[in-house]
T-cell receptor, first 121, second 113 residues
Framework: GAVVSQHPSRVICKSGTSVKIECRSL??????MFWYRQFPKQSLMLMAT?????????EQGVEKDKFLINHASLTLSTLTVTSAHPEDSSFYIC?????????????????FGPGTRLTVT | GQQVMQIPQYQHVQEGEDFTTYCNSS?????IQWYKQRPGGHPVFLIQ?????EVKKQKRLTFQFGEAKKNSSLHITATQTTDVGTYFC?????????????FGKGTKLSVIP
C-alpha cells in the first residue's frame, strides 16, 4: 500500500515554456501533499505544502507565481513550472502524507513519488 | 528554525563491514523517521520511532531513538551491496502532530564488493 505516482518521469522543455507535473496517491487519500526539489548529491528541499481544496503554503524563497500548485482532489496534486529557465532544471519529487497513529499521537509518514527530472534548454 | 543534522555525509565500507549513521536535532522530536534513497531513485520510508529510547530492528538494520528524543541512529550489520544509497533522517518541523518534515542532509553509503 501507500503508492504514489508521478508523471512525467522525465521532461525536456525549452526556456520560456511551462511544464506541469502530476502527483497521485494511488491507494490512499492524501489530505496533504508536498513538493520537494533535490539538487545532485543534496538533500530534499521542501518547496511547498499542498492541501486539498486550499491554497498551497510555500517555503521562504520559493516563488508562488513561478511554481503553481493545485490540489484538486484527495489523490491529485499538480506542480506547474511557469516560464521555465535553465536554472529551474532539477529533480522534483512529490510526497503524500499518510496519517498514522502511535498510541494517541498522530504521526505522518511521507510516501514519495518516483520524481520528475526536468531539464530546461 | 529546527535543524536536523546528520553525520557522516559519506561512508565507504567493505562489504561485510558494519555501518552507522547518526542524526541530531536542535530540538526535541515527537518522532523521527528514516528514509532510504537508492541512486537515481526516490526516498522510501523505512521506519518511524516514537518513544524515548526506542529500538527497532528490520533484519540487519537497527534503529534507535535517544532517551532525550533529540538524536537517533541507524546501524547496518554486515553491509551488502544492496544497502548502497543515501539514508535520510527526518523529524516533524512544528512538533507533535505536524505533517511537515525537516530532512537531514543524508549519509551516502557506498559498499565495496
Amino acid at each position: 500500500g501507500a503508492v504514489v505516482s508521478q508523471h512525467p518521469s522525465r521532461v525536456i522543455c525549452k526556456s520560456g515554456t511551462s511544464v506541469k507535473i502530476e502527483c497521485r496517491s494511488l491507494d490512499f487519500q492524501a489530505t496533504t501533499m508536498f513538493w520537494y526539489r533535490q539538487f545532485p548529491k543534496q538533500s530534499l528541499m521542501l518547496m511547498a505544502t499542498s492541501n486539498e481544496g486550499s491554497k498551497a503554503t510555500y517555503e521562504q524563497g520559493v516563488e508562488k507565481d513561478k511554481f503553481l500548485i493545485n490540489h484538486a482532489s484527495l489523490t491529485l496534486s499538480t506542480l506547474t513550472v511557469t516560464s521555465a529557465h535553465p536554472e529551474d532544471s532539477s529533480f522534483y519529487i512529490c510526497s503524500a502524507s499518510y496519517r498514522g497513529l502511535a498510541g494517541l499521537m498522530a504521526t505522518y509518514e511521507q510516501y514519495f513519488g518516483p520524481g520528475t527530472r526536468l531539464t530546461v534548454t | 528554525g529546527q535543524q536536523v543534522m546528520q553525520i557522516p555525509q559519506y561512508q565507504h565500507v567493505q562489504e561485510g563491514e558494519d555501518f552507522t549513521t547518526y542524526c541530531n536535532s536542535s530540538t526535541t522530536l515527537s518522532n523521527i523517521q528514516w528514509y532510504k534513497q537508492r541512486p537515481g531513485g526516490h526516498p522510501v520510508f523505512l521506519i518511524q520511532l516514537v518513544k524515548s529510547g526506542e529500538v527497532k530492528k528490520q533484519k540487519r538494520l537497527t534503529f534507535q531513538f535517544g532517551e532525550a528524543k533529540k538524536n537517533s541512529s541507524l546501524h547496518i550489520t554486515a553491509t551488502q551491496t544492496t544497502d548502497v544509497g543515501t539514508y535520510f533522517c527526518a523529524g516533524p518541523i512544528n512538533g507533535a502532530g505536524s505533517y511537515q518534515l525537516t530532512f537531514g542532509k543524508g549519509t551516502k553509503l557506498s559498499v565495496i564488493p
